[in-house]
């Protein structure tokens, strides 16, 4: 096994548990970080929902290394606001929340999704990407651009690293990367190993899970000894989130393997 750090994605897996208690249960599995989507109903939540989710976080002593802008209802399919008319007050009404929770522990990954079409402007996510990028500076954060596959996701415009370092390219901040969720990429017909190798010094975060069926590392046809090696060797040293599908008590055996 390489000597690339995981951190869990509290927000698909350890589900069986409330929220509140998978900090724990990630530490106890050996992790010493996690990620989470944003885990609350509104972009704004209480001060009492924010100590609670923190106080969880800081009493298991793991680190919070990923953490999504407001993306909007996921459950009943949307993928973010950045991009969407209808959508972009909410993000912006997020966006110092979501920055001052990062801070307070330590995250340096914030991850904005593009919205669903149609309805989306281009420009609007340009200008709001800016503005989320330009306040995460503020806490030596970084801003990530993440593309998903149309299969799962039909209306969401950004489905190749292509097309986000595009998008990226035209934020022209500093601190907005590409966000490389090989699980996706890879159903997209990227060569993931290829992308590794060319354009990891622009990844600003990695996620992973096999394909096809999205579970852990080894139940697809992805070749993980082999990726996560070309990270290390490529010299990402961010953490790796693992958002994979699993349920039953053998979720990170394969670290073992």
């Known amino acids: 096994m390489t000597a690339v750090r995981f951190d869990v994605n509290l927000s698909i897996l350890l ?11 990630a530490a106890k599995a050996g ?20 100590a609670a989710l923190r106080s ?3 009493d298991a002593g793991v680190r919070l290394a990923g953490l999504n802008f407001d993306a909007g209802d996921m459950a009943a399919g949307e993928r973010g606001l950045l991009a969407r008319p209808d959508g972009s007050a909410r993000f912006q009404a997020n966006i110092d929340v979501a920055v001052r929770l990062a801070g307070e522990l330590g995250c ?5 999704l593009y919205g669903n079409d149609p309805g989306t402007d281009r420009d609007l996510a340009v200008a ?4 989320a990028a330009d306040a995460a500076a503020d806490i030596g954060a970084t801003v990530v651009v993440e593309a998903l596959n149309s299969y799962e996701n039909p209306r969401y415009p950004i489905t ?3 097309a986000a370092f595009e998008l990226i390219d035209q934020v022209d901040r500093p601190n907005v990367a590409f966000l490389a969720d090989l699980y996706h990429l890879h159903r997209m017909g990227e060569d ?15 996620q992973i899970a096999d394909d096809p069926g999205r579970g852990r590392p080894g139940t697809g046809d992805m070749p993980y000894p082999e990726i996560l090696a070309r ?7 961010g953490h790796v989130g693992l958002e994979y599908r699993h349920e039953g008590p053998d979720a990170f055996d394969w670290r073992q393997e």
């Open 231 to 237: 990270l290390e060797a490529a010299g990402y040293r």
């Open 160 to 162: 190749s690293s292509q």
């Open 56 to 58: 969880a976080i800081e």
């Open 192 to 206: 993931v190993l290829a992308l590794i190798d060319g354009h990891s010094a622009g990844f600003g975060h990695v």
């Open 31 to 50: 992790f010493d970080a996690v990620e989470l989507w944003w885990p609350f109903d509104s972009p704004d939540p209480g001060g009492a929902e924010l």
């Open 128 to 131: 709001n990407l800016r503005r």
């Open 108 to 112: 340096t990954v914030l991850n904005a």
């Open 15 to 25: 589900t069986g548990l409330p929220l509140l208690e998978r900090p724990a249960a």
